[in-house]
């Protein structure tokens, strides 16, 4: 009788814990979270600038990533896999950008991943400043402003 006291115990607390999450009693981890992130990139209308100064389109590759993530220290060669070796962690996206428009991105990822990095392969790399990052709050939906000039990548606040 007290065998079946337990199991019946047991069983009960076990089923009460798999509705703790639905009720709002526990949240799955970071990882498991999804959000998204509507980017919103304004391109200038002097970039990448040639010889004969007339403005060129600029691949950029966008990453979210663990914030622990640091693409700082790496060499533009590596961040656009230049050498044909794969990028790691893999961007996220890799988009043209062409001059004087404005273009909207929406992201999608896992709440653990709270570093949004820009990249850009400007022809003048050294000259710029081609990768911005920035660690983000992340929520179920946000929007976040992001501007390449000519002279540098950079990202705005988070809505």
């Known amino acids: ?33 999804p959000y998204e992130i509507k980017l919103t990139v304004s ?16 691949k950029a590759r966008i990453f979210l ?6 693409f700082s220290e790496r060499e533009l060669s590596e961040v656009f896999a230049f050498d044909g070796e794969e ?9 043209m950008l062409r001059p004087n428009t404005s273009k909207v991105l929406l992201l999608s990822g896992m709440k653990s991943q709270t570093r949004l990095t820009i990249a850009a392969a400007f022809r003048q790399p050294y000259q710029t400043r081609w990768l911005a990052s920035q660690i983000i709050e992340p929520r179920d939906s946000m929007q976040v402003q992001a501007a390449v000039t000519a002279l540098a990548v950079e990202i705005g606040g988070a809505q």
């Not at 391109?43 to 600029?58: G, M």
């Not at 990028?87 to 988009?95: D, E, F, I």
């Open 1 to 33: 009788m007290l065998r079946l006291m337990v199991i019946l115990l047991l069983s009960t607390g076990l089923g009460a814990c798999a509705l703790l999450p639905e009720i709002g009693f526990l949240s799955p981890p970071l990882a498991e979270q």
């Open 43 to 58: 391109v200038a209308e002097d970039i990448n600038l040639d010889v004969a100064s007339r403005a060129s389109p600029v």
């Open 65 to 70: 990533t663990e914030p622990d993530i640091d």
């Open 87 to 95: 990028v790691n962690p893999a961007p996220l996206m890799t988009v």
